[in-house]
């Protein structure tokens, strides 16, 4: 690199989308990630959602196949995703979620999502915005497996 060269020339690799660069009805896709088990033994470790269908293999009693993960674990996955790839160095907040559990989730499996953006309202200050949207999550085999909406308050560009 030469020492003229101006930094405003260079582009910072994974910021996110300024609340400008968005538009109602845009779509974006996460990466994919698989749900080890691990991951489920650190999760109901560290939040302490040690209950019996999480901890003991064989207490499902064949209602799922697999080793179950937690409804958050998922969600903390995808949204770990959307930050990577949407929203790093732009989010301000995250304001409102609703989510819908819609089919299990289990060790192996390999989860992404669907984003669509739903809504954008400008705040009258500090050039923000309140920016909605609508998340799907499916597994490996293209099966939906969560839905959610989310509400998040987005950085304007400088």
Do not use: C
């Not at 033994?41 to 993960?69: C, K, W």
Request: aromatic share 6%; hydrophobic share 40%; proline share 4%.
């Amino acid at each position: 690199m030469t020492a003229d060269r101006n930094a405003d020339d260079i582009k910072q690799l994974g910021q996110g989308y300024y609340w400008q660069d968005l538009a109602v009805g845009q779509r974006f896709q996460t990466f994919r990630r698989t749900v080890t088990e691990t991951d489920i033994v650190n999760f109901i470790s560290v939040t302490g959602m040690l209950e019996t269908i999480f901890i003991d293999a064989t207490y499902a009693h064949g209602a799922i196949q697999g080793r179950p993960a937690p409804g958050g674990l998922t969600y903390g996955l995808i949204e770990g995703l959307i930050m990577q790839g949407m929203v790093q160095g732009t989010g301000l907040a995250l304001l409102e979620v609703h989510k819908k559990m819609l089919a299990p989730v289990v060790a192996g499996d390999t989860i992404w999502a669907e984003i669509e953006v739903t809504s954008i309202r400008p705040t009258s200050q500090h050039n923000r915005a309140v920016v909605a949207s609508v998340i799907e999550v499916r597994n490996q085999h293209g099966k939906p497996v969560m839905a959610y909406t989310a509400t998040r308050m987005l950085a304007g560009r400088p």
